[in-house]
């Protein structure tokens, strides 16, 4: 099981976010993979890149507090946190080396434009029949969705966000420092617009500046006819509102078959299961049994032999993305064969032995009743 965010950078849950950023440098610092040869100090650093990306981003550390990993499994990087935001690689080395060299690593101005959102997961359980015919499902998402006051700028209506004085809109501050050992140039992100070049001077009251906001979202989706375990639909345009008035990713539905309690699915075909007498068994009838679409009248053969499997053609699951073509119902038949019998019926099957020749005495009727489903 993943460990707690929290717990990774050894923060309580209601840190702050300069709290969160002191401690993610502290660590980084002490598990940087140049700095800390050991083994498995390379997956710490990893793990507590991670935690830091998520904790350190409002609404994605909203999503991780009411949902857990799952929450952001999508939009959290694989890759090392680009240290542009606390100061950069060379902040952290120079508390080692105290600035050796001259020039430091430049700093990766975040994106200011419109963003794709985050696509979403949503696991949904079918009865065995909602499986078998589709149909439509209602459900409910909690998602963002674009500000309706702001249209997804943040800003308040009327205003807009205008180029960040601090860096003159690139994003990026320059600090030089002198050393004995030659000039240090540290590239980082700009601390007043986080990168972004922009600022908003005034931020909409709805949405805090966010542009997006958390709802929850009624859908009507189709599910097709033939689905099973695993099946997975893709609702376009349904996931996360994008930021800054980007466009929203998709829903992923992954569908999860409940069991029924009378019938059993491989594949496209379906199974159960009849017990009849012996009398029927040898003489052969006709009865009624359950099928996904209602009762249906099967044919016993005579001599019936004990699961024996009987097959009523298209009556399985509709095979998927063409519905016409379905599966069949395949009928395992039990023989009930009575361990008491009355005074009657077992002077009629003494009658019936002698007929057949057969001998009752060691092994009783059951004996008999036996031999006649072997022979």
């Known amino acids: 099981m993943a460990r707690d965010y929290y717990e990774i950078l050894g923060i309580s849950r209601d840190a702050d976010k300069e709290e969160i ?9 002490k598990y940087h993979p140049d700095v800390n040869k050991e083994s498995g100090a390379e997956e710490r650093f990893k793990e507590i890149n991670r935690a830091y990306e998520v904790l350190s981003e409002p609404e994605m550390r909203t999503r991780y507090d009411r949902f857990g990993e799952a929450g952001v499994a999508s939009g959290v990087g694989a890759g090392f946190q680009d240290f542009s935001d606390i100061g950069g690689f060379a902040d952290i080395f120079e508390s080692f080396f105290s600035g050796f060299g001259g020039g430091a690593g430049q700093a990766t101005r975040r994106r200011s434009g419109p963003a794709r959102g985050d696509d979403l997961r949503l696991d949904l359980k079918l009865d065995f029949r909602e499986a078998v015919f589709g149909g439509e499902k209602e459900i409910r998402i909690p998602h963002l969705e674009n500000c309706n006051i702001c249209s997804g700028s943040g800003a308040k209506p009327g205003t807009s966000s ?51 906001k958390q709802e929850t979202k009624k859908l009507k989706i189709t599910i097709p006819a033939g689905v099973d375990n695993g099946t997975r639909l893709r609702v376009s345009r349904e996931g996360d509102a994008g930021a800054k008035g980007g466009p929203p990713g998709d829903l992923y539905v992954y569908l999860f078959i409940e069991e029924d309690a009378e019938f059993h699915r491989e594949g496209i075909n379906i199974l159960s299961e009849i017990k009849i007498s012996y009398l029927q068994a040898i003489l052969g009838c006709r009865l009624e049994v359950n099928t996904v679409d209602g009762a249906v009248e099967l044919t016993i053969p005579k ?58 005495g060691k092994g009783g009727l059951e004996g008999f009743l036996g031999g006649l489903f072997r022979g």
């Open 162 to 212: 205008q180029s960040c004085s601090t860096c003159s809109g690139t994003g990026q501050v320059r600090r030089a420092t002198r050393t004995p050992f030659g000039s240090f140039t540290q590239v980082s992100a700009c601390p007043t617009c986080n990168g972004e070049g922009q600022v908003i001077e005034q931020k909409c009251e709805a949405c805090g500046g966010a542009g997006r």
């Open 303 to 360: 001599g019936t032999q004990p699961d024996t499997v009987l097959t009523l053609e298209n009556h399985g699951v509709p095979r998927l993305g063409n519905p016409v073509s379905r599966g069949d119902h395949l009928i395992t038949v039990h023989i009930d064969i009575p361990t008491h019998i009355t005074p009657e019926e077992r002077e009629l099957l003494e009658k019936l032995a002698k007929i057949k020749g057969d001998r009752t």
């Open 21 to 29: 950023k002191r401690a993610y440098r502290r660590l980084a610092r």
